[in-house]
């Protein structure tokens, strides 16, 4: 294996394709275990069921035309709309922590490093039944669908209230 990658650079598919899996595994980890030590998951929890909750309330509400329903979940709104806020900022906490070194990675080094070459390749789904064509990915979009995998895998192991995509873990 060592003699097939020689002469490969950090550019090249599949040193590059496992580069970037590996950093955005890496920093997922780190996103998720700043989540976790910095918010209070089972406050965020007990926030969220108590929001659907409401949003069911308000939904049948609307549905049935229940005046005296429709009344309590009006005068609900504004703590509903308290706790959103404050889920909102807990949810954001963690971005702005790292939002400056991300950019930073990304300015000095994954940009110039990697620009709008291919960093992995994909099989295209939409193939008219001929040999099998690969699509190339570059950096964005290989980064992308890794962080979306290993922020999710992330949150579920480690008992997150939310993870990438509002997924909830049991």
Known sequence: MINV???LTLQDPPVS??????LSMGLSLL??????????QDQLRAWRREVAEWTAE???A????DKKLLAKVKKQQPQIMK??????????KVSFIFMIPFLL????????????????????????GGPISWLPLP???WYLLCSFLFSTLFARILGLAYGALGTEAK
């Open 17 to 22: 394709t496992m580069f970037i899996l590996l």
């Open 58 to 60: 308000s939904k049948k």
């Open 5 to 7: 990658l020689q002469g």
């Open 31 to 40: 996103t998720s275990l700043a989540n976790r030590f910095l918010t209070n």
């Open 62 to 65: 609307a549905k049935t035309g």
């Open 83 to 92: 706790i959103q806020s404050k889920m909102s900022w807990q949810s954001m």
């Open 105 to 128: 990675l990304w300015q000095l080094f994954l940009g110039p490093t990697f620009g709008f070459l291919p960093v992995a390749y994909i099989p295209e789904i939409m193939n008219s």
């Open 139 to 141: 950096i964005f979009w």
